[in-house]
Nanobody
Framework: QVQLVESGGGLVQPGGSLRLSCAASGITFSLYVMAWYRQASGKQRELVATITGAGTSNYADSVKGRFTISRDNAKNTVYLEMNNLKPEDTAVYYC?????????WGKGTLVTISS
């Protein structure tokens, strides 16, 4: 059974930082492209960042220079380090795993940026 379990969300003031984690089980983690998506209330889900098994990463323009995606293949875990957070970063953040046509989603973790 495949599971992607996110953690690390919470309430942070603008300018603050958070680190999200996603622990994967039931898959050969290193073979999967991992990604973080987010969905704000009333908006479509959007891609935040991706990382290949070899560690090549890409980011949405809105988070470049502020967010860093990384992975530890030995721990089957992908991370999202988020700095200089803004109110518009408020959303549910979802972990995503993809290998060719196979994909899985986590249930999400809520990140709220507010003073």
């Amino acid at each position: 059974q495949v599971q992607l379990v996110e953690s690390g969300g919470g309430l942070v003031q603008p300018g603050g930082s958070l680190r999200l984690s996603c622990a994967a089980s039931g898959i050969t983690f290193s073979l999967y492209v991992m990604a973080w998506y987010r969905q704000a209330s009333g908006k479509q889900r959007e891609l935040v960042a991706t990382i290949t098994g070899a560690g090549t990463s890409n980011y949405a323009d809105s988070v470049k220079g502020r967010f860093t995606i990384s992975r530890d293949n030995a721990k089957n875990t992908v991370y999202l380090e988020m700095n200089n957070l803004k109110p518009e970063d408020t959303a549910v953040y979802y972990c995503y795993a993809r290998k060719i046509t196979i994909n899985y989603w986590g249930k999400g973790t809520l990140v709220t940026i507010s003073s």
